[in-house]
């Protein structure tokens, strides 16, 4: 018997919201994404499976060009993750560029 996983990804949101007279109001975090996965799997898998809307944006100036969109993408130039679970970092080390963010 193998034990499968739900994982939540939450939309990013700043650490700090303000209403008036510098009243804190309370920020509810919102699930973007629900992912399954199996015990098993690596996290490179599990990386995978995540959806970033930066991630296929093109990233650059086109006002010269607006119809070329051979460039690179943003998962293509910024492909650096990690994972923090249990005071561990899980740093996505897949590609040569890939930061540790760990440090």
Same mark, same amino acid.
């Given at each position: 018997?193998? $034990?499968?996983?739900? !994982?939540?990804? *939450? ?12 009243? #804190?109001? %309370? !920020?509810?975090? !919102?699930?973007? %994404?629900?992912?399954? @996965?199996?015990?098993?799997?690596? /996290?490179? $898998? /599990? &990386? =995978? ?11 650059? =100036? *086109?006002?010269?060009?607006? #119809?070329? /969109?051979?460039?690179?993408?943003? $998962? =293509?130039?910024?492909?650096?993750? *990690? *994972?923090?679970?249990? +005071? @561990?970092?899980? +740093?996505?080390? &897949?590609?040569?560029? +890939? ?5």
């Amino acid at each position: 018997m193998e $034990a499968m996983l739900v !994982v939540q990804i *939450f939309r990013p949101h700043h650490s700090s919201h303000y209403e008036g007279e510098g009243k #804190k109001v %309370q !920020v509810i975090p !919102v699930p973007d %994404q629900e992912l399954l @996965c199996y015990g098993s799997q690596p /996290l490179t $898998a /599990l &990386r =995978d499976m995540i959806i970033c809307k930066m991630d296929i944006n093109i990233p650059g =100036d *086109f006002s010269d060009d607006p #119809k070329n /969109l051979d460039r690179p993408t943003g $998962a =293509d130039m910024y492909s650096s993750s *990690f *994972f923090f679970i249990d +005071n @561990c970092f899980y +740093n996505d080390m &897949r590609k040569p560029i +890939n930061l540790d963010y760990s440090e």
